[in-house]
């Protein structure tokens, strides 16, 4: 069956520490995937894409990577920030037409001060 | 750029009653647009596909005639969940795509979602 897993469990940091989310991917083969960061009661806001021919992407203090053998992307946040925290999710394009997201669980990370 | 708003952010209903959510892109022309329920801690989960000027494509197991979906402009799309029940309580988000001649015209820009509550 397909699925998209990301780090069920909270993840907690300590502000200025770089942290790494993971989104494991089964039985699809996106020609892209996105990472998106949710707020409490808030729709997604996107931060990054990267297509399956880029092997990572930056943009300031995020990174992501993207490895289409071992069907898994990773999200890095550096010199992390109290405001970085929030849910993090991952979507990749299914390939179904209308270009399409299917949307990991998400992974909640906090940042303390 | 790329703004999407939802109206209302917030509606309590009676069990049996329709209720109507709106979702408009405010500084571009969306020919595409997205429905998504969110139940607490889990994922988004897509409801369909609304495209402008023609019938929706709904997700297998959605309810076609409980979720009655209208995109009859390029910036507004509404969801109206017909004689609402309590199970129908959930967080509603919509999406809306660039036009296909912009950068990163994959990305969905969302809306800040809807909390339906039906007693």
């Known amino acids: 069956s397909q699925k998209i897993e990301q780090n069920s469990e909270a993840l907690n940091i300590q502000e200025g520490k770089t942290d790494t989310l993971t989104c494991n991917y089964t039985?699809?083969?996106?020609?892209?995937l996105e990472w998106y960061r949710q707020d409490p009661g808030r729709g997604p806001v996107f931060l990054l894409l990267?297509?399956?021919?880029?092997k990572e992407k930056r943009k300031e203090r995020l990174k992501v990577t993207f490895d289409t053998t071992l069907k898994q992307s990773l999200f890095h946040i550096t010199a992390s920030q109290p405001a970085d925290s929030a849910t993090y999710l991952c979507a990749l394009d299914p390939r179904e037409g209308f270009q399409k997201l299917v949307f990991g669980t998400g992974t909640r990370l906090l940042v303390s001060p | 750029g790329a703004v999407v708003s939802q109206h209302p952010s917030r509606v309590i209903c009676k069990s049996g009653t329709s209720v109507k959510i709106e979702c408009r892109s405010l500084?571009?022309?969306?020919?595409?647009m997205f429905w998504y329920r969110q139940f607490p801690k889990q994922s988004l989960m897509l409801m369909a596909t609304?495209?402008?000027?023609?019938?929706?494509?709904?997700e297998q197991g959605v309810e076609k005639d409980k979720f009655l979906i209208n995109h009859a402009s390029l910036t507004l799309s509404t969801l109206t969940v017909t004689s609402a029940h309590p199970e129908d309580s959930s967080f509603y988000i919509c999406s809306a795509k660039l036009p296909r001649d912009r950068e990163y015209q994959e990305t969905q820009y969302f809306g800040p979602g809807t909390r339906l509550l039906v007693l």
């Open positions: 039985n699809y083969s996106p020609a892209y």
């Open positions: 500084d571009f022309q969306a020919t595409t």
């Open positions: 609304s495209n402008e000027g023609s019938k929706a494509t709904y």
């Open positions: 990267i297509r399956e021919n880029e």
